[in-house]
Nanobody, 124 residues
Framework: QVQLVESGGGSVQAGGSLRLLCHAS????????MAWFRQAPGKAREFVAT???????YYADSLKGRFTISRDNAKNTVYLQMNSLNPEDTAVYYC??????????????????WGQGTQVTVSS
């Protein structure tokens, strides 16, 4: 079992950047396929990015080029670097872990463990 804790959220002006962190305890992040999702007010939770155990990464098409997911095995932490933020990026961002090898990486049901989320607010 793995416990996930997100941090790094906050308030930023449009055009700015934030780096989110997801620290895992109980297991190492290298044992899991890791992902970031987000949920804006009144919206469904949506896929943001994933880094597989192979280190292959995938992104939501609308976010590709602005967001970068990475993993530091020594620190047991997954990161989400977010650049050129706009108000539409305002959401609670969640870290998730898949203990299996699910190929449907953009679906919530693929993931077994979730953090509590961290709020990102982008002002215009």
């Amino acid at each position: 079992q793995v416990q996930l804790v997100e941090s790094g959220g906050g308030s930023v002006q449009a055009g700015g950047s934030l780096r989110l962190l997801c620290h895992a305890s109980g297991r190492t992040v290298s044992d899991y396929n890791m992902a970031w999702f987000r949920q804006a007010p009144g919206k469904a939770r949506e896929f943001v990015a994933t880094i597989r155990r192979s280190r292959t990464t995938y992104y939501a098409d609308s976010l590709k080029g602005r967001f970068t997911i990475s993993r530091d095995n020594a620190k047991n932490t997954v990161y989400l670097q977010m650049n050129s933020l706009n108000p539409e990026d305002t959401a609670v961002y969640y870290c998730a872990a898949d203990k299996a090898s699910g190929i449907r990486y953009s679906l919530e049901m693929t993931y077994d463990y979730w953090g509590q989320g961290t709020q990102v607010t982008v002002s215009s």
